[in-house]
């Protein structure tokens, strides 16, 4: 394994911004690689402990080799670029779109097709994976979302978007997920989570729901990291 971190001047952010960029141990340029794109970069490496995850699932061949690139979040700008409301929010996916794809193609050895291309996150994380896909569904061709933390009103905003081409999601839930605080006061993220669900099945979108025993935390987003990539390459 190789972590690689890489500043990325964004034009579209008007900030420097990290990647932390995961090579798989026999990578070579020779061949070209699915590539993860993964919210709350920091909290997936330290909390979810994802590369070394990725390390034993490729070493034991439960997963192909592939590509991550780990997209760390100030805390303070995390809502204003995760929540499809927040000021930064349409820069934010325009920076992952156009500039981060663009230097993972251009400087790694990528797959490029949609659908080898998989956005993953957290709660909000989850939110921003799923809309930027939405808006970039030529680019992105897969979505996972962890206790994504949707609302009625975002619900609607899937609800009346038409997918152009077809989507792979994965979501999960954890059974006490029913009052998650959130800058949006509570959330039954269980009740929101079955409504997406439910639409997505009216949609050009290949769904797979799981649901766990717990709560809105990173202990249980940890344990479920191998299933969730299982059900999206296994």
């Not at 030529?138 to 609607?156: K, V, Y």
């Amino acid at each position: 394994m190789a972590l690689e971190e890489i500043i990325l001047e964004s034009r579209h952010l008007g900030t420097p911004e990290k990647l932390i960029v995961y090579t798989p141990e026999r990578y070579s340029p020779l061949y070209s690689y699915p590539v993860l794109y993964v919210q709350d970069g920091d909290d997936y490496l330290a909390l979810g402990r994802m590369a070394t995850l990725l390390d034993s699932m490729i070493r034991e061949k439960q997963l192909p080799d592939v590509l991550a690139v780990f997209l760390p979040v100030d805390k303070k700008k995390r809502t204003a670029r995760y929540h499809p409301d927040g000021s930064e929010h349409l820069a934010y996916r325009r920076f992952l779109a156009d500039e981060v794809v663009s230097y993972m193609d251009t400087h790694y050895s990528t797959d490029t097709l949609g659908n080898a291309r998989t956005l993953i996150g957290e709660s909000l994380g989850g939110v921003v994976s799923l809309f930027t896909a939405l808006a970039y569904p030529h680019t992105f061709g897969q979505i996972a979302c962890q206790s994504i933390a949707m609302d009625a009103e975002l619900n609607r905003r899937v609800a009346e978007t038409a997918f152009e081409v077809p989507l792979t999601v994965y979501l999960e839930i954890g059974n006490q997920e029913t009052a998650v605080t959130s800058s949006r006061g509570q959330l039954n993220l269980v009740t929101t989570n079955e409504e997406l669900r439910e639409i997505l099945q009216t949609k050009m979108a290949t769904l797979v729901f799981e649901t766990f025993e717990g709560d809105h935390t990173w202990g249980h987003w940890q344990t479920n990291i191998p299933r969730m990539l299982h059900a999206l390459f296994g």
